[in-house]
């Protein structure tokens, strides 16, 4: 695929078009979040998941190639030197991360965590799988962090935490369709413990009381993580914080739905009705923001802290003010849009 040309284009309207679509198809949980953001916030956020969903599909989707990783890992280098590839994600992504700051070491972290997807790698312990979710879910976190203005260490660190309780609910939902895939991510010292022979699992898996009590201690892990993730939201710029907020109880709400199918995340796929989503939202919108105890970085996930630490930015102007009569229009016209995608939200299918 040709690089465009050396002048470090920007997305335009149709491709950050094809980057809400994107969203919109590939998460659905994700995309009822989105729209409490800002709409400059919003769209960057979209570009960001389009190249995020586009890694994915890549390396897991119906054709994937041997060398998904290392053709990605191009398209990355490209982006970040502000010649991306002809691709909207790829005009998006550079835009953004040249927009914001990210160093290239979070998106570059993501890949790694795909290629672990990839090898088919399975994880030991707790530690192992944080490691892995620290990639593929609390540096997209990390991003998300910079899209909304904020860069300070302990906001980093939340953001990570978020990502990974995230990811921790996905693997608990997903357990059956990994396993049919060929993939096992739940930790084997747990289902040693727990009477279960990994190999023999993933060769036919099904679901029992063994399994429900190791789903169990990972949404219980991923539970005391979204817990920890509540004093980053706080950190954030207000206008961002519902948005956060809603995507963390709507994902821990998947968590609640796994433990009302008895935990079989086997025979059956835990979802999230659309009207639950919706008064989740409302929830999210009304909730206060409360600044509590933080802490540093899981060890698994300090290198992306550092990784922003070390990466200097220059941050944009500030945002028009108030007497921008301009600016003031296009908010009411983004607050019209947003009410309006929350009442088809609650027509919408489960996801």
Not at 15 to 26: N, P
Not at 161 to 168: P, S
Not at 181 to 200: H, I, K, S, T, V
Not at 236 to 251: E, K, M, S
Request: hydrophobic share 45%; charged share 25%.
């Amino acid at each position: 695929m040709p690089l465009s040309s050396p002048d470090r284009p920007r997305a335009g309207p149709a491709d950050h078009a094809a980057c809400r679509a994107a969203i919109r198809g590939g998460s659905r949980s994700f995309y009822a979040a989105s729209w409490l953001l800002p709409r400059a916030v919003r769209r960057d956020a979209y570009g960001l998941y389009a190249f995020c969903r586009l890694s994915d599909d890549a390396v897991d989707g119906p054709r994937a190639r041997a060398d998904a990783v290392e053709r990605l890992r191009l398209r990355l280098a490209a982006a970040c030197a502000g010649r991306p590839f002809d691709d909207p994600a790829d005009r998006a992504l550079a835009e953004v991360l040249d927009r914001h700051g990210i160093p290239p070491a979070l998106p570059a972290a993501l890949l790694d965590g795909l290629a672990w997807d990839a090898a088919g790698r399975r994880y030991r312990d707790l530690s192992d799988l944080v490691a892995y979710a620290s990639r593929v879910a609390g540096a997209v976190g990390a991003m998300m962090t910079l899209v909304m203005g904020e860069r300070s260490p302990e906001a980093l660190a939340r953001a990570c935490d978020l990502g990974i309780a995230m990811q921790f609910t996905n693997i608990a939902r997903d357990v059956g369709e990994d396993a049919r895939a060929g993939r096992l991510y739940l930790p084997e010292a747990w289902l040693r413990e727990a009477g279960l022979d990994p190999d023999a699992f993933l060769a036919r898996p099904a679901p029992s009381p063994a399994l429900a009590a190791v789903l169990t201690r990972l949404l219980r892990a991923a539970d005391l993580l979204y817990a920890r993730s509540e004093a980053g939201i706080a950190l954030l710029p207000a206008p961002c914080r519902p948005a956060v907020r809603a995507a963390r109880l709507i994902y821990a709400e998947i968590g609640r739905a796994v433990e009302r199918n008895g935990h079989d995340s086997v025979t059956s796929r835990a979802r999230v009705a659309g009207a639950r989503k919706g008064r989740l939202l409302a929830r999210a919108a009304a909730t206060p923001s409360r600044r509590a105890a933080g802490g540093p970085a899981l060890p698994e996930a300090a290198f992306l802290v550092e990784a922003v630490a070390a990466h200097p930015f220059a941050p944009p102007p500030p945002d028009p003010a108030w007497w921008d009569l301009g600016h003031k229009a296009v908010r009411l016209l983004d607050l019209i849009e947003v009410l309006r995608e929350r009442e088809s939200l609650g027509d919408a299918a489960p996801s």
